[in-house]
């Protein structure tokens, strides 16, 4: 089934339905070097998809592989148990994927806006976020940090300027930066040990000391 609309980005886009091999790969080397819990069974994943729109494939194969949420780099569970209504009264630091997205939903104004189809997967601490752009075909993984909002012009940080300016302005765009231009990547990096929370602006990793 070809899925081509995400409701919780407030657009019809058409995400990607299949894993590339790229991705697949980095998700299996990820997989065997940090096993999660018990993986998620598909009604989970589609209960997920009910509450905040449909999931590109390689995010459903993630959490199918890996389980639901606190392996490796510190995934958020994509779902809790339960209803998840019940996220709403958590913050961003404390729910998953689903909370977030409904927390987000329901503060997004004209004056705080948000990237159509940025995914909060990561939460650093201090309203620290690693994200996926579920609508790139190779899931770019985006850093929001706001203490960096209005602190450095678009010419400082290029990676990220052409991104999110025509979304959410030149004032908010400064908090969004590219970590890595695929989610693939993204977890290798991990896996050989990179600190991805200390990510420079820049996408330059930093080595464990």
Not at 22 to 27: D, F, K, N, S
Not at 132 to 157: F, K, N, S
Not at 168 to 179: D, H, L, R, T
């Amino acid at each position: 089934m070809q899925r081509t609309s995400i409701a919780w980005v407030g657009r019809a886009e058409l995400l990607v339905d299949f894993v590339d091999d790229e991705t697949r790969l980095a998700i299996d080397r990820y997989v065997a070097f940090a096993k999660g819990g018990p993986a998620l069974f598909p009604s989970a994943i589609e209960r997920a998809e009910e509450l905040i729109g449909p999931l590109p494939e390689a995010l459903r194969y993630l959490y199918r592989t890996c389980g639901n949420g606190h392996f490796g780099a510190g995934f958020r569970p994509l779902i809790f148990e339960g209803d998840p209504e019940e996220a709403r009264v958590y913050d961003f630091g404390e729910t998953s994927v689903v909370g977030a997205t409904l927390i987000e939903r329901d503060h997004v104004t004209d004056d705080t806006p948000w990237p159509p189809g940025l995914l909060r997967l990561f939460n650093w601490g201090c309203a620290v976020e690693s994200c996926v752009d579920t609508l790139e075909p190779r899931l770019r993984v985006v850093r929001y940090d706001p203490h960096w909002l209005g602190e450095a012009p678009e010419a400082e940080i290029p990676t990220r300027a052409a991104y999110a300016t025509d979304v959410v302005g030149p004032q908010q765009a400064s908090a969004f930066v590219v970590e890595r231009e695929s989610l693939a990547s993204w977890l290798d990096l991990w896996r050989e040990g990179h600190s991805l929370a200390e990510l420079q602006r820049m996408g330059e990793p930093r080595l464990p000391s």
